[in-house]
């Protein structure tokens, strides 16, 4: 297996707007500021970057050249006649980062303008609006084996994120973030503080069943629903799109490293360290008894061993590796996870946030913003 690379790169940035084009009374008609995050996953081509390894790093420096334009500035002023929605700041991002920085093969470009909402371009323009809500519930999965932790009464603090897809091609705001918050109201008042096993449809309330459970009553009122994530904890969670599953499973770790084709100039090549995110991608049917497509608990003890490999060690003397940065390590753990997790198609090491190297076994379409 011969994985497809995409690299990552993130970049903050403090702008002030006015959205004119919408209501008078709206919260967001007049001046005010945001705390925006610009993200960015390409596909480049090899000796793209000065060297093999530097791929991430440059990536980063040609998106902050261009975010740095909007940083502590009147975005208005500089979109001129475009609205400055999520929207068209990712547009305008993603021409700046092509006619001004050179950047190849951009497969997704977004915006988020708080913690909670964004929007996502992807390679054929395509817009895709998020919207992230909470909920605090209890349930127990019935049908797990005896001595399963999950079988016992608990609770989780949910979250579940809203993806809608915008008009193609389309530069005002045709799904308003409100409109979301309308549409998600009476899904809040169903599932927060309530006990998700007595609810109809959530006997077995598992991630997977829970996203399906609200993909079927959403689409029905929100015709532009793409697909929506379930996050059980901070680190784990499921996406369901209509027709297909896929969880991932997170972790952190702590490793040393040098990238011994950085030039001896170079920063990178000395002896340095990450607290990497690492993220696990698997795509399975879905168990019809049991609610899930692979265990969560699962996921991690098959992983663990290859954990283990990685966390608290020096990365440059592992065996098997042509180099340490983002994208071998990300094809290495995807390799060898697959050893032990047939479903493992996916791979994500992040370096900082948003900054790595995302490892597939194929080249997907929209990547999921998760």
């Not at 929506?228 to 770790?253: D, H, P, Q």
Request: with cysteine; net charge negative.
């Amino acid at each position: 297996m011969s994985p497809h690379t995409l690299f990552t790169a993130s970049c903050n940035f403090e702008s002030a707007r006015q959205v004119g084009l919408l209501p008078s009374g709206h919260k967001a008609h007049g001046l005010h500021g945001h705390s925006f995050l610009a993200k960015i996953r390409a596909d480049l081509p090899a000796a793209w970057a000065p060297f093999p390894g530097a791929e991430v790093h440059t990536l980063g420096e040609r998106l902050a050249a261009c975010t740095g334009q909007l940083d502590y500035r009147l975005i208005n002023e500089v979109l001129g006649s475009q609205a400055p929605t999520d929207e068209n700041i990712a547009r305008w991002l993603r021409d700046q980062l092509v006619s001004q920085q050179g950047v190849p093969g951009l497969e997704q470009v977004g915006i988020q303008s708080t913690a909670d909402q964004g929007v996502d371009l992807d390679r054929h323009d395509q817009a895709h609006v998020w919207r992230r809500y909470r909920f605090q519930s209890a349930h127990k999965l019935p049908n797990v084996p005896i001595g399963h932790k999950c079988g016992r009464l608990h609770g989780h603090g949910f979250e579940v994120i809203v993806h809608a897809n915008q008009d193609a091609g389309g530069r005002d705001i045709s799904i308003d973030y409100d409109h979301l918050d309308e549409i998600w109201a009476p899904f809040h008042y169903q599932l927060n503080h309530k006990y998700l096993n007595a609810i109809e449809g959530l006997s077995n309330p598992t991630s997977e069943v829970i996203a399906a459970w609200l993909w079927d009553r959403l689409k029905a009122v929100l015709p532009e629903l793409s697909w929506v994530t379930v996050y059980e904890t901070g680190s784990c969670g499921a996406n369901f799109n209509g027709s297909a599953y896929r969880i991932w499973k997170e972790m952190t770790l702590d490793s040393a490293l040098f990238l011994r084709h950085a030039p001896d100039s170079d920063p990178l090549s000395h002896i340095h360290g990450h607290t990497y995110t690492l993220r696990l991608h698997l795509s399975a049917p879905l168990d019809e008894v049991m609610g899930w497509t692979v265990d969560f608990g699962d996921v991690k003890d098959r992983f663990n061993p290859i954990f283990k490999a990685l966390d608290h060690h020096p990365l440059h003397e592992l065996p098997g590796l042509d180099d340490c940065d983002a994208a071998s390590l990300a094809q290495w753990g995807l390799a060898q996870g697959r050893r032990s997790l047939p479903q493992l198609d996916r791979v994500d090491l992040y370096e900082t946030r948003g900054c790595g190297a995302i490892a597939l076994c194929d080249q997907e379409g929209p990547a999921l913003p998760v």
